[in-house]
T-cell receptor
Framework: QKEVEQNSGPLSVPEGAIASLNCTYSDRGSQSFFWYRQYSGKSPELIMFIYSNGDKEDGRFTAQLNKASQYVSLLIRDSQPSDSATYLCAVNAGNQFYFGTGTSLTVIP | ETGVTQSPTHLIKTRGQQVTLRCSSQSGHNTVSWYQQALGQGPQFIFQYYREEENGRGNFPPRFSGLQFPNYSSELNVNALELDDSALYLC????????????FGPGTRLTVL
């Protein structure tokens, strides 16, 4: 079992729709959770981080964390073609840091 | 732009050689982490340096080693290169270890022939 699992996609949504990206993790001791966006050929760019159960909103992005279910998600509202990228979920567990393999998102104009 | 810089941008080596990659952390950050990202995969954690000490290590063999300097810049050294070492090597800086957000540099693309 991988430490962090994501649906690799591809996920396609029309422009203006809500994109929902999901991630599960295996270590119940995980303490901090991050979403990164990576464009092809570029390095990951931090979008959001969340430490506590519940929702955290930043502009068009909402991160949701449920530690009991070991689940973290990212919602992108009013999706734009510029949001087309791979979205990486990352989890800190002790002195380790784990990334998922990423979900490829395409926003169709 | 995150303020994290890496050098070189690209590198080509042959199997068995040694390589050193360099990273300058963002101003004010005292922690540097290194990652290996193979094509189509997520970054894999190699190790982290916090205030010049190794603070955590992923599942990589000892031929992957590192250093952090008093100015918090860092080096990643890989000995006895293998073909599978071909990847994008990413450096990320943060303030005070894992619990805080990490910001990535542009990466070094290593090709081993």
């Amino acid at each position: 079992q991988k430490e962090v699992e994501q649906n690799s996609g591809p996920l396609s949504v029309p422009e203006g729709a809500i994109a929902s990206l999901n991630c599960t993790y295996s270590d119940r001791g995980s303490q901090s959770f991050f979403w990164y966006r990576q464009y092809s050929g570029k390095s990951p760019e931090l979008i959001m981080f969340i430490y506590s159960n519940g929702d955290k909103e930043d502009g068009r992005f909402t991160a949701q964390l449920n530690k009991a279910s070991q689940y973290v998600s990212l919602l992108i509202r009013d999706s734009q073609p510029s949001d087309s990228a791979t979205y990486l979920c990352a989890v800190n567990a002790g002195n380790q840091f784990y990334f998922g393999t990423g979900t490829s998102l395409t926003v169709i104009p | 732009e995150t303020g994290v810089t890496q050098s070189p941008t690209h590198l080509i080596k042959t199997r068995g050689q040694q390589v050193t990659l360099r990273c300058s952390s963002q101003s004010g950050h005292n922690t540097v982490s290194w990652y290996q990202q193979a094509l189509g995969q997520g970054p894999q954690f190699i190790f982290q340096y916090y205030r010049e000490e190794e603070n955590g290590r992923g599942n990589f063999p000892p031929r992957f080693s590192g250093l952090q300097f008093p100015n918090y810049s860092s080096e990643l050294n890989v000995n006895a290169l293998e073909l599978d070492d071909s990847a994008l090597y990413l450096c990320a800086s943060s303030l005070n270890s894992f619990y805080n957000e990490q910001f990535f540099g542009p990466g070094t693309r290593l090709t081993v022939l």
